[in-house]
């Protein structure tokens, strides 16, 4: 995996012959030696153009100072499940040196012999960034048993999209601030045809376990989303959402956007439809900023707003959304985990992030972004941005998505039973009960069986 060659041509040409895997090539016979670190990330599109020009520019400087070479490579849209490929077949000689992964690989990673957490890291010394320049709750969202796993890198943050055009004609002059708040603008923005058919829909969002864990962790305070503080204490063994009531109040206020009508509960395709002015309200990912602005235009105008509260007195806030990147070190090699920390410090630096966020909408991971020239008007020029950073920044650092272990599974018992009670073919209990039955037993299931 581990790669040192003996010149810069040298380098170029035997970079083009590697395997996504990597392979073993060592030579050193030259005092130009340059050693390669395979980073694996997850971005298409635009995203990936500016997550290749981060390792570019790093090659060109620091990179080329320290005689390291970063080769980006895309693994598709999730490396936690390549790696437990790997781990499974016993290849973990194959790991990359640096992963991109979300938040739900954390609990994966953690058993993975060649991790390397960026907390033992940090202990031995940092060049680039610092722990205290981050965002306290990104550090927290990929912190396990309280040491950080991994780096934040892409982060963001769920917000309401509004359409404030279709908010002026009806005559409303804030985004709604609770759910409740939501449903009585929805009634309003909702459009019939004759038959009463519904022409534009109020709302559009399908609930799945992301939306769920910021409605979920939001509430109160805080609040977890299952035992062992949703699973960073310790492996999570049950949901508790069903236990201390936040379901319910949940399901209860759910139940007003429900009943106007003019809520759409599933997903077709929600970027092009809000920008179609076919919902006058959307729920989607920060990261979603973009492309919304690209497909808009100057057709209308429209907003972003905090995510609407459960309860009017819930002060908790939000869930981190995106990815960290993780460091391994499957050869044993010091010196290959030290050229791996220099580029995953260079990813959380300032002006790193400040051009990454720009080309992407991923929020700012690095505290001094907010200091640097040109910050302040960036963020006034472009204020979907700044709620998606003041969100996350008013938000409690222990509202997070749940370390559930078997995500995908928890995300299908939500999506299936939240879809039914919307379409009204389960009553508030019946969903209320069938999802903490089927997530506990799904967990029950898992622990019976790996532990």
Known sequence: MKKIV???????LAVSMLTAGGSSEKASDSSSDVRVVEFWHTMTGVNATAIDKIAEDFNATIGAEKGIQVKSVYQGNDNSEKLKTLAQAGD???????????????????????????????????????????????????????????????????????????????????????IAEMAEDIEKLTVRNDKGEVERYGLNVAVRRYQMANFIGGQGEYNFFGDNEGGR?????????????????FLNEWQKVVATGGFKPYEDDINEEFALELHAMVIMSSARIGKIRALVGDNFNWGCAPLPKVNASDTGGIAVGGSCV??????????????????????????????FHKATGYIPVNNNVYSLPGADEHFANNPEYKVAVDSLYASHPYVQEPFDIINWEIDSVLQNHLLAFANGTESLDVCHDAIVKECNDKLAAYHRAND
Not at 6 to 12: I, N, P
């Open 233 to 249: 204490k310790a492996p999570m063994t049950k949901v508790t959402f069903g236990e201390d009531g936040t379901l319910r109040a």
């Open 6 to 12: 003996s010149s810069f041509l040298v380098l170029l």
């Open 326 to 355: 993780v460091i391994f070190d499957p050869s044993n090699d010091p010196e290959q985990v030290q050229a791996a920390w220099e580029f995953a410090q260079f990813m959380a630096t300032p002006e790193v992030q400040f051009e």
């Open 92 to 178: 973990t000689k194959n790991f990359p040196d640096v992963a991109m992964i979300v938040g739900a690989g954390i609990p994966a990673a953690v058993g993975y012999e060649s991790l390397v957490p960026v907390d033992d890291l940090f202990a031995q010394g940092s060049t680039l960034v610092k722990k205290e320049d981050l965002m306290p709750n990104l550090v927290r969202a990929f912190s396990y048993q309280d040491k950080m796993i991994g780096m934040p890198v892409n982060c963001s943050a769920l917000l309401l999209y509004y359409n404030k055009d279709m908010f002026d004609e009806a005559g409303i002059a804030n985004p709604p601030a609770t």
